[in-house]
């Protein structure tokens, strides 16, 4: 009975598999068609997430916690907010800094599936043993004696490639000064000499109405100073509009509110002196 427990499913394992299955599938494909970054990486924490029931589900709970502590809530949230900090937009992806990147990858990466492909299609088993008998003396213990004894070797190596990433990862982000600093002095004898603007860049805002970065200071003839903005939001489109016509919507709006208030303006109090006072 217990081999034959060990094949079967139950209703509501089945139904868990299928419902959870579809939506890590799905989360999946986002994460790969999906235009920002921002979004891909949400679709692959929701993966990972499942991933993790999937771990819990079938008795790993170590593999579960770790799925969700490691890699959910820490590597992913990480290259999250990391992503939303520097705004990756879907048209950094367009630029191609090194020649035939792209075919290599796609190489490699039709080179991965055949090697995958052929390892499942020469696996075989011929045994099942069952949750129980994998976690006869604990889940974990369990664990580390394949990891320590039996996979020890490809332990080391994953651990050596994912050290040696970190490494390169520093190494290419790393940049060697070789030049001396410009001094603040010569920063700006050299914008006297190219001609350019001299003065202190005019600050964002329309007046005392908006103080935002995204939004573009007014000049004294009511067009919107492009120099008051960051040239990263323009590049990305996200700088508010300060037309005229918002501004008059503004004004309108600020108006109904105050007839809604009954706001009245109010005379400021006048003090007179102490001596007419008196008298």
Known sequence: ????????????????FWVLGTVAVIGALCTVFMRRAVHSALCLAGTMIILAV??????AYFLGVVQIVVYTGAIMMLFLFVVMLVGVTAADSLKETIKGQRWLA????????????????????????GIGEANAGGNVEGLAALLFTKYVFA???????????????????????TE???T???????????????PPLPAPGVYARHNAVDIAGLLPDGTPSD?????????????????????????????????????????????????????
């Open 54 to 59: 999937f771990y819990l589900a079938n008795g």
């Open 155 to 177: 332990f080391e190596i994953t651990g050596a490639l994912l050290i040696t990433a970190a490494v390169g990862a520093m190494v290419l982000t790393h940049r060697e000064r």
């Open 184 to 198: 603040q002095r010569e920063l700006a004898e050299q914008r006297v000499r190219e001609g350019r603007y001299l």
């Open 106 to 129: 796609l190489l490699c990466g039709l080179g991965f599936g055949i090697l995958l492909i052929g390892g499942i299609g020469n696996a075989s088993l011929s045994e099942f043993s």
């Open 227 to 279: 120099l008051s903005v960051s040239k990263t939001l323009r590049d990305r489109g996200q700088v508010r509009d300060v037309s005229q016509e918002a501004i008059n919507d503004l004004r309108a709006m600020e108006q109904r509110a105050e007839e809604r208030l009954e706001r009245k303006a109010i005379d400021p109090p006048t003090f007179k002196r102490a001596e007419e006072a008196s008298k």
């Open 180 to 182: 001396r600093a410009m």
């Open 1 to 16: 009975m217990s081999g034959l427990a060990a094949y079967s499913t139950s209703g509501g394992e089945a139904f868990q």
